[in-house]
Structures are given as C-alpha cells and as structure tokens.
C-alpha cells in the first residue's frame, strides 16, 4: 500500500478496476499492464470466493497493483479471512456510523493498532520475514476505506472521518443514489453535494477520498474537482463488455 498512499499523499489520481468475473492470478499483472494502481476483489456484488484473496492478491502486489477486498458484511472474521489470505486493502460497505468504521478499522490490523487475528504465516510481503515484522509491516501497509453509501453516512461524514485507522471514504454513488431517491442521476446536484461534504472532511481530517459510478464524463468532471482521488473507473465486466461492442461493430459495419 505505501505506492497507493504516496500517490495519495501528492493528490495523484489512484486507478482502479472492480473484478466481478475475473478468477485467475493473471488479473493483477494484466491490470498492471494496462496501468491501473488498485483492484477491488468483490466479495458484496460477486459469486467469487475467498479463494480469489489468496490467488489475485498476492500475484497482483507482486505486480505492483495494491489488492482491495470488499467484504460482504463487517464481520472480523470475513474480513480477517480476506486481509490475511492475501488482500492489502479494504473497501468496506455500508459504513453509516463512526462506531461501525471504529470497529471495522480495528478488524483490519494487528495489536496493539487492533484486534486482527494472527495467521502462522503472512504471505503478502514474501516468505523470508519474521511474523511478527510481517504483521507491523501490515499494519502500516494496509489501506482502510470505508464506503459512504447513504444519506445516514453522509450525515455522519464529518464523524466518520475522524476516527483512527480509517485511510479513505469512498462514495458508493449507485447506493447512494437509490437512497436519495434519485437512482442512476449521476449528474444530480444532490451527488455533488454530497461528494463534496465527503471531499472535505477528508481534507480536514488527512484522509483522502474515492469512488465508482457513471460512465459519462460531465459528473466525473465535478467529481474530480471536488477531490476525488481513488477511482474506481470500471468494472472487468463492463470493460470486456465495452470493448467486445467496439470490435464486434468493426465486422458487422465491414
Ligand atoms: C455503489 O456505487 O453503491 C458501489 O457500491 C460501487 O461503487
Ligand atoms: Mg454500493
């Protein structure tokens, strides 16, 4: 995480994509390729299995491109399973309150900066450390977001963000959206508003700040300028999605 931190510590953009299909431990050096910075292993919105933790984690910080997980809930124990089998980061959802980004900040690391169970081994900086300069090294490395996804949350911005431990808030646009009433309106003024209370508090509080959403480029535009740093700019699907249209168009107009 400390390639991911210094880009966000110069206020340069993070690039990222969503796996949702991909299984194999090619992900990460393919994304690599392409020069993305991060990954979300989506354990929320997919069928994968936390074996994907363990096979796209590690192949891909040998790559260079920092592993998020996205558990499917706030419970330790998922999110021990994934940060300990090879994920570097966390993109937790549906975090309302300070008292549950206070509990999932301290599910993500060991004592004495919280309560993370340790493994017998920890695979993700090579197998010649010591444990216990493994687990401090983690703990410094690992990369906590928290996911601001309801009007409840961005009430509670200012809160959420002050509690240690917690690296990023990231916007979930699409819930957030459904909660306001307003589902799929990337471009509504009530997003901005909303993107721009999250961009701030960040500020004043050191963190930085991240989302996914529209594939349109007016809203990113506000998005952008109002401090959005992490991007999540699509998803595996959508990009094979995307670019098979594009190729398939080419023979059927030829
Ligand atoms: C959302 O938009 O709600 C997400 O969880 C993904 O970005
Ligand atoms: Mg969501």
């Given at each position: 995480g400390s390639a991911f931190r210094a880009r966000m510590a110069a206020g340069q953009l993070a690039l990222g994509s969503n796996l949702r299909l991909s299984r194999s431990a090619e992900a990460g050096p393919i994304l690599a390729a392409c020069g993305f910075h991060w990954a979300m292993l989506d354990f929320e919105h997919s069928p994968?299995?936390?074996h994907l933790a363990h096979d796209i984690a590690l192949s891909a910080i040998r790559a260079g491109v920092l592993p998020m997980a996205r558990p499917s809930s706030h419970d330790p124990r998922e999110i021990a399973g994934l940060l300990t089998n090879g994920a570097l980061g966390l993109v937790v959802?549906?975090?309302?309150?300070p008292e549950q980004a206070a509990a999932v900040a301290r599910a993500a690391r060991f004592a004495p900066r919280g309560g993370l169970s340790v493994p017998g081994t920890l695979a993700h900086f090579g197998y010649d450390k010591g444990l216990a300069e493994a687990c401090a090294l983690f703990n410094d490395e690992v990369v906590v977001t928290v996911m601001i996804e309801s009007r409840t949350a961005v009430e509670n911005v200012e809160a959420i963000a002050a509690v240690?431990?917690?690296d990023g808030l990231f916007i979930g646009g699409s819930d957030l959206l459904w909660d306001l009433g307003l589902?799929?309106?990337?471009?509504a003024p009530a997003l901005l508003d909303a993107v721009q209370r999250t961009c701030a508090a960040a500020r004043r509080h050191g963190l930085f700040a991240g989302m996914g959403g529209p594939r349109d480029e007016a809203p990113w535009r506000g998005f952008l300028s109002a401090g959005m740093r992490m991007?999540?700019?699509?998803?595996d699907l959508s990009l094979m999605m995307r670019g098979a249209r594009d190729r398939l168009s080419f023979f059927e107009g030829a």
């Amino acid at each position: 995480g400390s390639a991911f931190r210094a880009r966000m510590a110069a206020g340069q953009l993070a690039l990222g994509s969503n796996l949702r299909l991909s299984r194999s431990a090619e992900a990460g050096p393919i994304l690599a390729a392409c020069g993305f910075h991060w990954a979300m292993l989506d354990f929320e919105h997919s069928p994968a299995s936390p074996h994907l933790a363990h096979d796209i984690a590690l192949s891909a910080i040998r790559a260079g491109v920092l592993p998020m997980a996205r558990p499917s809930s706030h419970d330790p124990r998922e999110i021990a399973g994934l940060l300990t089998n090879g994920a570097l980061g966390l993109v937790v959802p549906h975090v309302d309150t300070p008292e549950q980004a206070a509990a999932v900040a301290r599910a993500a690391r060991f004592a004495p900066r919280g309560g993370l169970s340790v493994p017998g081994t920890l695979a993700h900086f090579g197998y010649d450390k010591g444990l216990a300069e493994a687990c401090a090294l983690f703990n410094d490395e690992v990369v906590v977001t928290v996911m601001i996804e309801s009007r409840t949350a961005v009430e509670n911005v200012e809160a959420i963000a002050a509690v240690p431990g917690v690296d990023g808030l990231f916007i979930g646009g699409s819930d957030l959206l459904w909660d306001l009433g307003l589902p799929g309106q990337y471009g509504a003024p009530a997003l901005l508003d909303a993107v721009q209370r999250t961009c701030a508090a960040a500020r004043r509080h050191g963190l930085f700040a991240g989302m996914g959403g529209p594939r349109d480029e007016a809203p990113w535009r506000g998005f952008l300028s109002a401090g959005m740093r992490m991007i999540l700019t699509e998803n595996d699907l959508s990009l094979m999605m995307r670019g098979a249209r594009d190729r398939l168009s080419f023979f059927e107009g030829a």
